[in-house]
């Protein structure tokens, strides 16, 4: 009796150590050296952007846009210095696209303080909240800094990260944005192959 209490309690321990160290690797994804623990090409982790007004929306609610994510602070001086430019050359130009959405995501402030944020930036693009920087952590090593973009495809796919405001890399950014747009064009997107297969037939058959 003795012994099976034993190896009970040792094999407990062993899977309490072994789920412990499962976990840990797991959640410390080594950050690359802009501290991305995302890459180009990564399925985007899921969340709810919060918004100003405590309303959130699922970023699996925005799968057939392209999204664009900017992490700012009120804090960070190279932020004040890109934000003016995101409004100008992004916003005024794509913002009332149907196929576009761009949300600010203020690290670790309160709603108050993100508030006179956008007013001080004069931006009106929507800065929305990550009081706690869990949303930030999905993408980037705790420690890193902002500002930083990451793109979005309508599959929901990574497939643009930015870090700091150079202009060249920045205007990158905006041509991408805008061809990516240009070119897009949801209800061919939509179709599934098994669909077009069929449409194929249909069309090879009235030739």
Sequence with gaps: MKGNLKRFFG???????????LTGCLSNKKAD???YIVKVGDQV?????????GTTIPI?????KYVMLQFTASWCGVCRQEMPYIEKDIWQKYGKNPNFKLFGIDLKESAQKCD???????????ITLDEDGKIFELFCAPDAGVTRNIIINPKGEIVMLTR????EEFQTMVNFIDSSLKKYNPAVMGISKTKKEILKKRISFFK
């Design 45 to 53: 982790p899921d969340f709810d952007i919060k918004m100003a007004d």
């Design 33 to 35: 050296e802009r501290g």
């Design 116 to 126: 006179e944020f956008a007013k001080q930036t004069m931006v009106t693009y929507p």
């Design 11 to 21: 094999l407990s321990i062993l899977l309490i150590v072994s789920f412990t160290l």
């Design 60 to 64: 699996k609610s925005l799968r057939g």
């Design 164 to 167: 700091l405001f150079d202009m």
